[in-house]
Nanobody, 124 residues
Framework: QVQLVESGGGLVEAGGSLRVSCAAS????????MAWFRQAPGKEREFVSA????????TYADSVSDRFIISRDNAKKTVYLQMNSLKPEDTAVYSC?????????????????WGQGTQVTVSS
């Protein structure tokens, strides 16, 4: 059974940085586009970033494009999201997802496998 396990969430002050990770198991990792989504209380799940199979292509939501960096290590079957200059509005549960679509795809339904998520809280 495919597993995606996120880690690295926590509490950080506004302006700070945090890196979350997502480790995959039982997944042919390097054939999947990997993405990060987030969901804040009372809000819909929203796309954050995606990265293509080789890591050469990345996409970002406008709200994070100048602050977040997505990367992947196919040998470790892990995808990362480096979050800088964090704002209180970045507070959410961050989940990783794997899909066979291209990294331009931003709809959750395009992704086949999901992790449970990790909480990121940014204090003001």
């Amino acid at each position: 059974q495919v597993q995606l396990v996120e880690s690295g969430g926590g509490l950080v002050e506004a302006g700070g940085s945090l890196r979350v990770s997502c480790a995959a198991s039982k997944l042919t990792f390097d054939i999947f586009t990997m993405a990060w989504f987030r969901q804040a209380p009372g809000k819909e799940r929203e796309f954050v970033s995606a990265i293509g199979r080789s890591g050469a292509i990345t996409t970002y939501a406008d709200s994070v494009s100048d602050r977040f960096i997505i990367s992947r290590d196919n040998a470790k079957k892990t995808v990362y999201l480096q979050m800088n200059s964090l704002k209180p509005e970045d507070t959410a549960v961050y989940s990783c997802a794997a899909g066979v679509s291209n990294p331009a795809e931003r709809l959750p339904r395009a992704y086949n496998f999901w992790g449970q998520g990790t909480q990121v809280t940014v204090s003001s």
